[in-house]
Every structure is written in structure tokens, then in C-alpha cells.
């Protein structure tokens, strides 16, 4: 196996910049004081990413993964995290197991 030097080193770069980006998200989020709205939204973002990220998932993928998400979300009322985590993916086992 050959390694092309170019190759290695746009790898490298994209590490190094995707690294900082990161890091400087961080760190610029430390230094914030943020009061009142502003930290509500700020507080929120998790939550934004998160949803943003799963809702494409749970409603385009089909009847099986739509029907899991709500099985997550009612567990996740009551359920600590790791038991939510869990009987989401037996949620969606069992709908694709049973031809959802």
C-alpha cells in the first residue's frame, strides 16, 4: 500500500483545522457572560442540535424508525438515559422484526 504524501498531508490539515474549530468553539464559549435570554438560547442549543440532527431520521426513514422515536420519547419521560437509549433500539428491532 502506497500513501500519497499529498493525500497524507490534506488529511493532516483537515485534522488540524477541524481540531481547532472545535477547540476554539470551546473556548470562546467559556468566555461568554451571557445573562438572562441570551443564556436561555445559548442553554438551548444542545437540545436544537440534537433534534435537528434526529428528526430527518425518525420521520424520513420509514414507519419502524417514526414509531421507535415515539417510543423513545415516552420513555425518556420516565426512563433515565441509558434505559432510553435502550429501548429505543429494541423499540426499532422489534417494528423492523415484526415487517413496520
Keep these: 500500500m502506497k500513501l500519497d ?11 488540524a483545522v477541524t481540531y481547532a474549530t472545535r477547540t ?16 436561555a438560547a445559548f442553554d438551548a442549543i444542545p437540545a436544537a442540535v440534537l433534534t435537528a440532527v434526529i428528526a430527518p431520521t425518525a420521520l424520513a ?21 441509558l434505559a432510553t437509549v435502550a429501548a429505543g ?9 415484526a415487517g413496520i
Design 5 to 15: 504524501p499529498g493525500a497524507l498531508a490534506a488529511i493532516l490539515a483537515m485534522a
Design 24 to 39: 476554539a468553539g470551546l473556548l470562546l464559549a467559556a468566555r461568554l457572560r451571557l445573562e438572562g435570554r441570551a443564556r
Design 61 to 81: 426513514t420509514g414507519p419502524a424508525e417514526t414509531l421507535a422515536a415515539l417510543v423513545t420519547c415516552v420513555a425518556a419521560a420516565r426512563l433515565p438515559l
Design 89 to 97: 433500539a429494541a423499540a426499532v428491532v422489534a417494528f423492523r422484526a
